[in-house]
């Protein structure tokens, strides 16, 4: 497999469920920072509390596995303090935009040069398929046995309204479109959110009856399109790059900061 020297191999294998897609995310993630040529010590990645997060005991960089939802916060720490390195961020439903969703949405406003890799899997799988903030409306989930009430976040257009830079969607059905939006996202210069469906057929599956893992990565074939061939299919979920833009960046403008700082100091 390509990027197996950023893999951690002593604590292979992984302890994800079969089936999961994360591990689909993992490869598509070294790919792409094989493709950049970053060097090891050229990454930080933090996570929080999740299936998704355990990725950073599977990866051999420098990783801060923190607090649930805080993944975000602690990013932005290290960025100031090391703004040269590229720092990456994978996020659950929980992380990205439940308890960690305030944080989610200063990242983005501040535009702040991170990466954010958030797996969607519509449900909350390490601690029991609880419904989520991108479980859908009349979806089951271990705590909506009767369907979920709650309207689910489409984390492009938060992520757009909010105010970063670059936005994509792929799933891990689309790995090389996936790989490649990664490797993009890492590459641009701001605040980058990457989402990814990823299938759960051990929660999400299960309480939905959507099959085997190969039955859900065959529905992200067949119900998704690429950005600029929008079909009429209400159930179409449109992949690919949605937003791309230059603005100032956050550590370059508290660099600036703090220089007008010294210049005014008695």
Known sequence: MAG???????????????????????????????KIGLDKNEIIMTSGIGCSSRITGYVDFHTLNTLHGRALAFATGIKLARPELSILVPMGDGDALAIGGNHFIHAARRNIDITAIIMNNNIYGMTGGQ??????????????????????FDAVKLAHAAGATFIARSTTYHVQQMTRM???????????????????????GRE??????????????????????????????????????????????????????????P
């Open 4 to 34: 197996t020297d950023y893999l951690r191999s002593r604590f292979m294998p992984h302890i994800w469920c079969p089936g999961c897609g994360h591990g689909i995310v993992l490869g598509g993630l070294l790919r792409a920072i094989e």
């Open 131 to 152: 419904f989520s903030p991108f479980t859908g409306y009349g979806e089951y989930a271990t705590t909506a046995p009767y369907g979920n009430i709650d309207p689910p």
């Open 208 to 265: 939905n009856n959507k099959g085997s893992a190969v039955q859900m990565m065959e529905w992200y074939r067949d119900h998704t399109v690429k950005k600029g061939r929008e079909t009429d299919d209400p159930e179409a979920i449109v992949t690919g790059l949605f937003y791309q833009a230059e603005r100032s960046e956050y550590c370059e403008s508290y660099a600036e900061l703090l220089l007008r700082a010294k210049d005014h100091t």
């Open 182 to 204: 990664i490797q993009e996202a890492i590459q641009h210069k701001g605040f980058s959110v990457v989402e990814i469906l990823s299938q759960c057929p051990t929660y999400y």
